[in-house]
């Protein structure tokens, strides 16, 4: 039986906390009366996961037949996975998606279908390279489909590849992938990381266009999201529930797999950030000085392709199958029973410590706008009830935030970055007056296509992400991050974290309340 | 009187070239420069005053000469030794103001008739810059015979002399020839199709005169993009014109931005701005110039480029022209933009760069003066102006003996 999440509050025999910073980590002793959020343990993984996929798919949740019952000879069908943004770090293989397409592909098999497409459902992220599509099915699929061009990667820039079903009653448009809309059967093979992932979202987002993306990745509907992590009061998934059920009244039959994992994120080497910091023991703390002091000599480049290389050996918990809104209210209550940690009001200032990787940068640079995103988007965003942060108070996010990008990925960041962000920082600004130049840029739209490029929109959508926080907040402050990269993003920087809570005094007031959310592994704040 | 002289030593002109190599301006400690007395110039012939200098700048011209790394190119268009400084304001004998207009052409040699150039008022283009009853020089600073700024006396013919309005500060007045090349550089293209995008590359004195040129006199540039290395820079050039400023390594982005271009591998733009005004003169910033421009498009060189190596199969491929743009004559105003009333006259490229200077506000663009007997300073200074957050830095010989008296008897 894992232990629940913990909010420990510091006295004088606390020890340092551990708090992460990009690609190394920094000890923190916080002032006696702060709180220290900790996640739960892991839950404990299926101990035969094929046979709970296989038993997921002969009995499936809510009005749907059993999946050999929908297979038959002749069929047009199409499997649609996530892609790299999931799940994170990259988990050891085999990978769920590897798991669960395997046992789809062998019952299709058995049925006699020969017409199967696979393809990545990436929206308008990057485009995966062979070697992490690889990873992600495995060999025995990859090898299959890839060769023969049955392995295809959604492109949101394809007009022929995409068809428009119509407009919810809200006057949105649904326009999803061509293949996937007018296949027998659409099977999704998902991964929920978090509870914002999967239900609807999965096609109504993962198969769409730019066209149909706008219509709930803007700044408002990012504004009245309260918070992804809780649908009942999100209005992004909101809107793609609309959108979902538009799809399956227009004829698509989606069959949804939805698998969760435990947060045994991270492998024993780095054993230490698994545990809370009292309970080390020699090992753990012999492990922490050897990497951090190893950190501290190495090479930033060197440290990221160290860290990008992790594999997590986080499980697989749950995995159901069927109708999408039965099977994803499974797969949301099995997400919080992992993550969701009890917490008692919010305080004047949060500290944020950020890890090396993000949704978006995974074998890549994490910029100084995904850095915000990460901090102001996911981390902000990790709670249900109300943000760890009272209206008004302070976040401290620690990470380097070099003024740094990799511009295979994102080519479309570094011109946000130079241009848009160094005019405004309103995200209602900068969605009014720069938006549609990127997002029709052809150029972007060419590397997007062609290359491995994110959209020539996506950071738009990363700002955007920050719209809550920055609305809520009253001051962002970023420890050890570059001061020019800090300072283009609007916020202040510090550094060290004494500095930034005494800066955080002059927007706050003295002696704030102060909550270290101790993360990843990923949890989710249940604020009462 | 006082000035600084620079003389022709071989050995001296190596020493300057080495040490400026370790660091720009370094040519003022250990090259052919230095302060000393020397008698005031004679008047050569009848239309020629004396003027005293009261302010006269440092130029890129200036500190390239400075520390051996002018073209020899040069070699005989001067006349050695010389007294620099040809950015002047200074005082007649009658106490009215004027500032300098350089260049020694046909009219300032005695050399009667004119040449074509000069005869059309393209005076900066004269033929007879070695000729006539002076010896070769192409501007004053360059003469040994005319004296220059960076003495407290100089002699001009009558042709080269503009009158100060009372208005004119006399910060305001030293900035009116490099204003004077940048409007003339800027003006070029006029006439032709409208232009969506222009780039300026470099924002130091000619830079950001340009960019004030090309804000109030070019209407048919939609777009402009200036090229700012350093903090000042980018805030002056925000304040001169409504216009996009960015670093150096930003310059290809911005410009693919705009122009809505695709990339090649080798970070050529497809297409690009149809107008890039190089105001730094340096094989790198020539490369940034042709790496966008559009095909068929211009790049004009208001820098002293000096030897340069760039690659030019662009150039061929993409059919790019390239034209210089040297000092000030006479404007031709026509094309669209222009004034009706405007369009009908000629008119000197000066008179309009004192419109420029005042309307612009370009005395802001001085930022340092130094006396002659800091000239080291100065020099180092000028050469280090964008790093320590300067733009023009010049001489400032109001406190000579000559104008001290003066103060006393008024």
Same mark, same amino acid.
Request: hydrophobic fraction near 40%.
């Given at each position: 039986?894992?232990?629940?999440g913990?909010?420990?509050?510091?006295?004088r025999s606390?020890?340092?906390?551990?708090?992460?910073h990009?690609?190394?980590?920094r000890l923190l002793?916080?002032?006696?009366?702060?709180?220290?959020?900790?996640p739960?343990e892991?839950v404990?993984?299926?101990?035969?996961?094929?046979?709970?996929?296989?038993q997921?798919?002969?009995?499936?949740?809510?009005?749907?037949?059993?999946?050999?019952?929908l297979?038959?000879?002749?069929?047009r069908?199409?499997?649609?996975f996530d892609?790299?943004?999931?799940?994170?770090p990259?988990?050891?293989?085999?990978?769920?998606?590897q798991?669960?397409?395997?046992?789809v592909l062998d019952?299709?098999?058995?049925?006699?279908?020969?017409?199967?497409?696979l393809?990545c459902?990436?929206a308008l992220?990057?485009?995966?390279?062979?070697?992490?599509?690889?990873h992600?099915?495995?060999?025995?699929i990859?090898?299959?489909?890839?060769?023969?061009?049955?392995?295809?990667?959604h492109d949101?820039e394809?007009?022929?590849?995409?068809?428009?079903l119509?407009?919810?009653?809200?006057?949105?448009?649904?326009?999803?992938?061509?293949?996937?809309?007018?296949?027998?059967l659409?099977?999704?093979?998902?991964?929920?990381?978090v509870?914002?992932?999967?239900?609807h979202?999965?096609?109504?987002?993962?198969?769409?266009?730019?066209?149909?993306?706008?219509?709930?990745?803007?700044?408002?509907?990012m504004?009245?999201?309260?918070?992804?992590?809780?649908?009942?009061r999100s209005?992004?998934?909101t809107?793609?529930w609309?959108?979902?059920?538009?799809?399956?009244a227009?004829?698509?039959?989606?069959?949804?797999?939805?698998?969760?994992l435990?947060?045994?994120?991270f492998?024993?080497?780095?054993?230490?950030?698994?545990?809370?910091?009292w309970?080390?023991?020699?090992?753990?703390?012999a492990?922490?000085?050897?990497?951090?002091?190893?950190?501290e000599?190495?090479?930033?480049?060197?440290?990221?392709s160290?860290?990008?290389?992790?594999?997590s050996p986080?499980?697989?918990?749950?995995?159901?199958?069927?109708?999408?809104?039965?099977?994803?209210?499974?797969?949301?209550?099995?997400?919080?029973?992992?993550?969701?940690?009890?917490?008692?009001?919010?305080t004047?200032?949060?500290?944020?410590?950020?890890?090396?990787?993000c949704?978006?940068?995974?074998?890549?640079i994490?910029?100084?706008i995904?850095?915000?995103?990460?901090?102001?988007?996911?981390?902000?965003?990790?709670?249900r009830?109300?943000p760890?942060?009272?209206?008004g108070?302070?976040?401290?996010?620690?990470?380097?935030?070099?003024?740094?990008?990799?511009?295979?990925?994102?080519?479309?960041y570094?011109d946000?970055?130079e241009?848009?962000?160094?005019?405004?920082t309103?995200?209602?600004e900068?969605?009014?007056?720069y938006?549609?130049?990127?997002?029709?840029?052809?150029?972007?739209?060419?590397?997007y296509r062609?290359?491995?490029?994110?959209?020539?929109?996506?950071p738009?959508?990363m700002?955007?992400w920050?719209?809550?926080a920055?609305?809520?907040?009253?001051?962002?402050?970023i420890?050890?991050g570059?001061?020019?990269a800090?300072?283009?993003?609007?916020?202040?920087?510090?550094?060290t974290?004494?500095?930034?809570l005494?800066?955080?005094?002059?927007?706050?007031?003295?002696d704030p309340?102060?909550?270290?959310f101790?993360c990843?592994?990923?949890?989710?704040?249940?604020?009462? | 009187?006082?000035?600084l002289?620079f003389?022709?030593?071989?050995?001296?002109?190596?020493a300057?070239r080495?040490?400026?190599?370790?660091?720009?301006?370094?040519g003022?400690?250990?090259?052919?420069l230095?302060l000393?007395?020397?008698?005031?110039?004679g008047?050569?012939?009848?239309?020629?005053?004396?003027?005293?200098?009261?302010?006269?700048?440092?130029?890129?011209?200036?500190?390239?000469t400075?520390?051996?790394?002018?073209?020899?190119?040069?070699?005989?268009l001067v006349?050695?030794p010389?007294?620099?400084?040809h950015e002047?304001?200074?005082?007649?004998?009658?106490?009215?103001?004027?500032?300098?207009?350089p260049?020694?052409?046909?009219?300032?040699?005695?050399?009667?008739?004119?040449?074509?150039?000069?005869a059309?008022?393209?005076?900066?283009?004269?033929?007879?810059?070695?000729?006539?009853?002076?010896?070769p020089?192409?501007?004053?600073?360059?003469?040994?015979?005319?004296?220059?700024?960076?003495g407290?006396?100089?002699?001009?013919?009558?042709?080269?002399?503009?009158?100060?309005?009372d208005?004119?500060?006399?910060?305001?007045?030293?900035?009116?020839?490099?204003?004077?090349c940048?409007l003339?550089?800027?003006?070029?293209?006029?006439g032709?199709?409208?232009?969506?995008?222009?780039?300026?590359?470099?924002?130091?004195?000619?830079?950001?005169c340009t960019?004030?040129a090309?804000?109030?006199?070019?209407?048919?540039?939609?777009?402009?993009?200036?090229?700012?290395?350093?903090?000042?820079?980018?805030?002056l050039?925000?304040d001169?014109?409504?216009?996009?400023?960015?670093?150096? &390594?930003?310059? %290809?982005?911005a410009?693919r *931005? @705009? $122009?809505?271009s #695709?990339?090649? /591998?080798?970070g050529?733009?497809? =297409?690009?701005?149809?107008?890039v005004?190089?105001c730094v003169?340096?094989s790198?910033?020539?490369?940034?110039?042709?790496a966008?421009?559009?095909?068929?498009g211009?790049?004009?060189?208001?820098?002293?480029?000096?030897?340069?190596k760039?690659?030019l199969?662009g150039l061929?491929?993409?059919?790019?022209?390239?034209?210089?743009a040297?000092?000030?004559?006479?404007?031709?105003?026509?094309?669209?933009g222009t &004034?009706?009333? %405007?369009?009908?006259l000629? *008119? @000197? $490229?000066?008179? #309009?760069s004192? /419109?420029?200077?005042?309307?612009? =506000?370009?005395?802001?663009l001085?930022?340092a003066?130094?006396?002659?007997s800091?000239y080291?300073?100065a020099?180092?200074?000028?050469?280090?102006?964008?790093?320590?957050?300067?733009i023009?830095?010049a001489?400032?010989?109001?406190?000579?003996?000559?104008f001290?008296t003066?103060?006393?008897h008024?």
């Amino acid at each position: 039986m894992s232990r629940p999440g913990f909010v420990l509050e510091v006295d004088r025999s606390t020890p340092p906390t551990l708090c992460w910073h990009g690609e190394g980590f920094r000890l923190l002793r916080l002032p006696e009366g702060s709180r220290i959020l900790y996640p739960p343990e892991p839950v404990e993984a299926l101990k035969d996961p094929d046979e709970a996929i296989r038993q997921a798919l002969l009995n499936p949740e809510g009005d749907m037949a059993p999946l050999p019952a929908l297979l038959r000879a002749g069929m047009r069908l199409t499997i649609a996975f996530d892609d790299i943004s999931l799940p994170l770090p990259p988990m050891e293989r085999p990978d769920n998606r590897q798991r669960v397409i395997e046992a789809v592909l062998d019952l299709a098999a058995e049925a006699g279908v020969d017409d199967v497409v696979l393809i990545c459902a990436l929206a308008l992220h990057r485009r995966m390279t062979p070697a992490e599509l690889r990873h992600a099915l495995g060999d025995r699929i990859y090898d299959a489909f890839a060769p023969h061009g049955l392995l295809l990667q959604h492109d949101a820039e394809d007009p022929a590849a995409l068809v428009h079903l119509g407009q919810t009653d809200h006057g949105e448009d649904v326009e999803i992938n061509r293949r996937a809309a007018e296949s027998d059967l659409l099977v999704y093979v998902n991964i929920n990381l978090v509870a914002m992932d999967g239900g609807h979202k999965s096609v109504a987002t993962g198969l769409a266009s730019y066209n149909s993306l706008r219509h709930h990745h803007n700044v408002k509907t990012m504004q009245h999201s309260r918070s992804f992590m809780d649908q009942t009061r999100s209005e992004l998934h909101t809107s793609n529930w609309r959108m979902g059920r538009l799809i399956a009244a227009s004829g698509v039959k989606v069959f949804q797999i939805e698998t969760t994992l435990n947060t045994d994120t991270f492998p024993s080497a780095f054993g230490f950030l698994q545990k809370r910091e009292w309970e080390w023991g020699s090992r753990d703390r012999a492990s922490f000085l050897a990497v951090s002091k190893t950190l501290e000599r190495t090479p930033d480049r060197l440290a990221r392709s160290i860290f990008q290389s992790i594999k997590s050996p986080h499980k697989m918990s749950s995995v159901q199958a069927g109708e999408v809104e039965a099977v994803h209210a499974i797969t949301t209550d099995n997400v919080y029973r992992q993550q969701l940690v009890d917490v008692d009001g919010q305080t004047d200032v949060v500290i944020f410590g950020l890890p090396y990787i993000c949704p978006y940068n995974v074998n890549s640079i994490m910029n100084p706008i995904l850095v915000a995103c990460l901090g102001l988007g996911y981390f902000f965003n990790l709670y249900r009830g109300k943000p760890l942060v009272r209206p008004g108070g302070v976040l401290i996010l620690s990470h380097p935030t070099p003024w740094a990008f990799n511009p295979v990925h994102h080519p479309s960041y570094i011109d946000f970055f130079e241009e848009v962000l160094a005019d405004t920082t309103d995200p209602v600004e900068i969605e009014k007056t720069y938006e549609e130049r990127f997002a029709t840029d052809d150029w972007y739209r060419h590397l997007y296509r062609t290359s491995y490029a994110y959209h020539g929109v996506h950071p738009f959508y990363m700002w955007y992400w920050c719209a809550h926080a920055l609305d809520h907040v009253a001051g962002v402050i970023i420890v050890g991050g570059d001061t020019k990269a800090v300072h283009r993003m609007g916020f202040k920087r510090a550094s060290t974290m004494r500095d930034a809570l005494e800066m955080a005094e002059d927007i706050v007031g003295r002696d704030p309340s102060i909550t270290h959310f101790h993360c990843p592994p990923m949890m989710i704040a249940d604020v009462h | 009187m006082k000035a600084l002289l620079f003389e022709r030593s071989l050995p001296k002109f190596a020493a300057a070239r080495v040490a400026s190599e370790w660091r720009s301006g370094s040519g003022a400690r250990v090259g052919p420069l230095r302060l000393t007395d020397v008698d005031e110039p004679g008047l050569p012939a009848p239309g020629w005053r004396r003027v005293r200098p009261r302010l006269s700048g440092i130029c890129g011209s200036d500190l390239a000469t400075i520390d051996g790394r002018a073209s020899r190119y040069f070699e005989p268009l001067v006349s050695f030794p010389f007294v620099p400084g040809h950015e002047v304001v200074g005082e007649l004998d009658d106490g009215a103001r004027v500032v300098l207009e350089p260049v020694l052409r046909c009219a300032a040699r005695g050399i009667d008739p004119p040449c074509p150039a000069c005869a059309q008022g393209q005076t900066n283009r004269c033929r007879n810059l070695a000729f006539g009853h002076l010896k070769p020089g192409l501007q004053t600073g360059y003469c040994s015979l005319t004296g220059g700024g960076w003495g407290t006396a100089l002699v001009a013919h009558d042709s080269q002399l503009h009158t100060v309005p009372d208005s004119f500060s006399d910060r305001a007045a030293v900035m009116v020839e490099p204003a004077a090349c940048a409007l003339h550089g800027a003006l070029i293209g006029r006439g032709t199709a409208g232009h969506d995008t222009a780039v300026v590359i470099g924002a130091g004195t000619l830079g950001l005169c340009t960019v004030a040129a090309l804000s109030r006199w070019r209407p048919d540039i939609a777009s402009l993009v200036v090229v700012a290395k350093h903090a000042e820079q980018r805030r002056l050039a925000h304040d001169l014109a409504d216009c996009t400023v960015v670093e150096p &390594g930003e310059l %290809a982005r911005a410009v693919r *931005r @705009r $122009t809505g271009s #695709l990339v090649l /591998d080798s970070g050529q733009l497809t =297409g690009g701005a149809s107008l890039v005004f190089d105001c730094v003169g340096t094989s790198q910033s020539l490369a940034s110039a042709l790496a966008v421009v559009e095909p068929g498009g211009t790049v004009v060189l208001l820098g002293m480029p000096g030897e340069v190596k760039v690659d030019l199969t662009g150039l061929w491929q993409r059919e790019v022209s390239i034209t210089g743009a040297y000092a000030y004559g006479t404007e031709l105003m026509v094309g669209p933009g222009t &004034g009706t009333d %405007a369009a009908a006259l000629p *008119r @000197r $490229t000066f008179d #309009l760069s004192f /419109d420029l200077v005042a309307d612009a =506000g370009l005395e802001r663009l001085v930022s340092a003066l130094y006396p002659l007997s800091r000239y080291r300073e100065a020099i180092q200074h000028a050469a280090a102006a964008g790093r320590r957050g300067a733009i023009k830095v010049a001489f400032d010989l109001r406190s000579t003996k000559k104008f001290r008296t003066k103060e006393i008897h008024s």
